[in-house]
């Protein structure tokens, strides 16, 4: 058997059912990895060590009676805007740095039933308001295909730790590409799954409208694993769409004949690279070679959705992030002498400058005299770019594009450029103000050896319909990716 840690979650959940290796082993094998490799890369806010061995021997005995899942004994890492109860949840702020939640989000109860093993909690941007993962009150984390370069952001943490062997699987949270972007820069798949069909309970909001959580995971079918073990309907998230249980692992099957694969010239834009626009257009021809039909559709209204996204994301961030005030929880300046300096004085040491411009633009675009001019007019560009989704979905089954213009980009090289920075989610962006479903997977490497994503889009939940043309894709391109071989410490 291959070491513990280079093995998939299919792999490894065969391992633990045949008892050629149990879940206490595995997790300690993942806990060794992450001491000798995360000094480099930095994934990891939280390691939860004692939970995980205490879960692993739970998982132990739940495969000894017989009363295993897909995930029980399976390494998972949590990026840190998840609630987790006793364990530290930062969202990589300053404003919440030992906050411990008093409950667990859905998603945690979920994976907790299925004796999953949590290793611990995933650096990230700063509430998730970034594209690279520099952005995080403690330290940047590094893509482990280059240790000088960003992972993505704002899941980075959760996309390099898969990268990097130091979990299975992990979960993020998308709110305008935070999960697609990451997969993408760090060579691992990750699911943006449809508006509503994963609980939002206890996932720290960002932009309620927006924001969704997802896997990440080595490969198309461990990602559909994962999707299953955390979707499905929960009342406790008003948003929460009440749809049947799906089984998306049978979906992932090579086989798209008579599928229609829809190409958006809005998404091959001027200015992005020669490799991944060819690597990717490459990977699109390759459907045809599974017997699918290329067509090129428009979404016209798609060069209007990065102005859109940062007004209705920030207006929302504005709403949800007045709760941080030093009154209830989390931090409080120390100095102060009325109730109006506490609350300055709070979220102006509390908050990074990132989500300090943020709230500010939302509130701008939310105040008296600009909220028609600006977020208003947000909302009915959303509405077109729907519509534009809608309209395509009529000629297509999937849309297949790029995921972002560039590879993965030096650490410090977009800093301090808001605006370049924010167009590295121009690809990603209209799908969450769209609500559909976006999956970002490998789809080759540029000549520095950085990994290129390529991303699938489908209608409204039909999740099933795109694990069904990624799989064909990973399978019919065989990457065979040798994962990014860290230096250790001596």
Known sequence: MS?????????????????????VEVAKAYIHRIQESDERVKAFITVTEDIALEQAAKAERMIEEGNSGPLTG??????????????????????????????????????????????GKLNMDEFAMGSSTENSAFFPTHNPWDLDRVPGGSSGGSAAAVAARECVVSLG???????????AFCGVVGLKPTYGRVSRYGLVA??????????????????????????????????????????????????IEGLTVGVPAEYFVEGMSNEVEETVRQAINRFRDAGATIKEISLPHSRHALAAYYIIATAEASSNLSRYDGVKYGFRAEEYSNLMEMYRATRSQGFGPEVKRRIMLGTYCLSAGYYDAFYKKASSVRALIIQDFKNAFDECDIIA?????????????????????????????????????????????DSKGLPIGIQLIAKHFQEKILFQAAHTLETVLDLQIKWPELKTKS
């Open 3 to 23: 070491e513990i840690t280079d093995l998939s979650l299919n792999e490894l959940r065969a391992a633990l059912d045949n008892r050629e290796v149990n879940p």
């Open 74 to 119: 399976i390494p998972i890492g949590i990026k840190d805007v998840i609630c987790t109860k006793g364990v530290p949840t930062t969202c990589s702020s300053r404003m919440l740095e030992g906050f411990k939640p008093p409950y667990d989000a859905t998603v945690m109860e979920k994976l907790n039933g299925q004796g999953a093993v949590m290793v």
């Open 173 to 183: 949270s998308d709110t305008g590409g935070s999960i697609r972007q990451p997969a």
């Open 206 to 255: 960002f932009a309620s409208s927006l924001d969704q959580i997802g896997p990440f995971a080595r490969n198309i079918k461990d990602c559909a694993l994962t999707f299953q073990a955390i979707s499905g309907h929960d009342h406790r998230d008003s948003t929460s769409a009440p749809m049947p249980e799906e089984d998306f692992v049978s979906a992932c099957t090579p086989k």
């Open 401 to 445: 594009a790029p995921v972002t213009p560039t590879t993965a980009f030096r650490i410090g090289e977009k800093a301090q450029d808001p605006i370049q920075m924010y167009l590295s989610d121009i690809f990603t962006i209209p799908v969450n103000l769209a609500g559909v479903p976006g999956i970002s997977m490998p789809c080759g490497f």
